[in-house]
């Protein structure tokens, strides 16, 4: 039915300030389009753009995190990629750089070659370092036990990131369900990846440090460094249980932690106790940074990639803002999305991310 103009206009001008249209509280999925975002964890392990401009077109800016991972290029390679983009695209995205521990890790000199590596790093653009799980899960030291995060090795190394005012972003261990039998687990996506990798399944492999070694060492490392700003990736690996992450999140000031590839692990937590959940995420919406841990390469191919990345984050948005009832490969059972007020969706998208990383605040 079509409106009559007058009556239009009449109304419209008529309208007192009590009866105008309050602006939602909520965002709407259509407003993933328009609303700044960033995606604070993602590999761009190729010299191609796409995944930069088109996560731009969708209002996202970047914190590409260099690894050192195998099967990833080499780490100087990696830098090199993020040198170029950072120079093409100096408002889409920023990077972390990481280090070596291949490369004579107790040799006298290791401390001083690994510092000048980060001090290039930074003089490039760096605005972190990344540390990952092969620091507990499978480096060794001469004698033949696993080095941990708080290894005094890394103490140099970690208060020169500190007083570069640096980040540390830190994948250490793995989600509880890595110690688990495979039927056991929570979510269908740990049980894929540790099926394809019995090499990290640590239920298969009792002689390497327990979950709480992992835990344990970290939040060693933490009390070391209380002056550390310190991101914990994949949810600082307490994925499984909100109560867990927020006895760390209470003890540690300077620690946010981050999304990547866990967001299913609140999904399933919501199928259990969704209030909790919620009431989590509103409580410490000052120390969550929302990303997905989406990584391209040379063998990647564009277009799926692209299908992917958006259906990956317009899947989690609808998660954040509405109150759906919604499902997700990742998880079985359905669940409802969170509905987090747009002040919350705010700070988890692009203000803690700018916080936790002040160079990436381009305001
Ligand atoms: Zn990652």
């Known amino acids: ?209 327990s979950y709480q070694n992992q835990i344990d060492a970290r939040d060693h490392m933490l009390r070391k460094h209380p002056a550390l700003r310190f991101d914990g990736a994949h949810l600082a690996s307490l994925e499984w249980s909100v109560d867990e992450l927020a006895k760390r999140l209470d003890s540690f000031p300077n620690m946010a932690v981050d999304m990547a590839e866990r967001v299913c692990h609140l999904q399933y937590q919501c199928i259990q106790n969704y209030q909790k959940v919620r009431d989590f995420v509103i409580k410490y919406q000052d120390r969550l940074l929302y990303a997905t841990d989406l990584e391209v390469n040379d063998s990647t191919d564009s277009t799926e990639a692209k299908k992917h990345i958006h259906d990956t984050r317009f899947g989690h948005w609808k998660f954040f803002i509405s109150d759906s009832v919604m499902t997700t490969p990742e998880v079985n059972g359905s669940f409802r999305g969170l509905h987090l007020p747009k002040e919350v969706v705010n700070k988890i998208y692009l203000k803690n991310a700018e916080k936790w990383f002040p160079a990436f605040n381009k305001n």
């Open 1 to 209: 039915m079509m409106g009559c103009f007058f009556c239009l206009v009449f109304f419209s001008r008529c309208a007192g300030p009590g009866q105008e249209k309050q602006e939602s509280q909520y965002y709407t999925e259509a407003d993933y389009y328009t609303t700044k975002k960033a995606d604070t964890h993602v590999h761009i392990n190729t010299a191609e753009t796409y995944f930069i401009t088109f996560s731009a077109k969708e209002n996202f800016r970047l914190i590409d995190l260099n690894v050192d991972a195998p099967g990833y290029p080499t780490i100087e390679q990696q830098r090199s990629f993020l040198i170029r983009h950072i120079k093409e695209f100096p408002d889409e995205l920023c990077f972390c750089t990481t280090f070596r521990t291949d490369n004579g890790f107790e040799d006298a000199d290791w401390q001083k070659r690994t510092i000048d590596y980060l001090k290039s790093s930074f003089d490039s653009g760096a605005i972190g370092v990344k540390v990952w799980k092969n620091i507990g899960m499978s480096l060794k030291n001469k004698k033949g036990e696993f080095v941990m995060i708080d290894d005094p090795r890394f103490d140099p190394i970690i208060d020169f990131i500190s007083q570069s005012g640096k980040t540390l972003v830190g994948h250490l261990g793995e989600p509880k369900n890595c110690w688990l039998p495979l039927n056991e687990m929570t979510v269908n996506n740990d049980r894929a990846y540790f099926k394809e990798h019995p090499e990290y399944h640590m239920y298969l492999h009792p002689e390497y440090p």
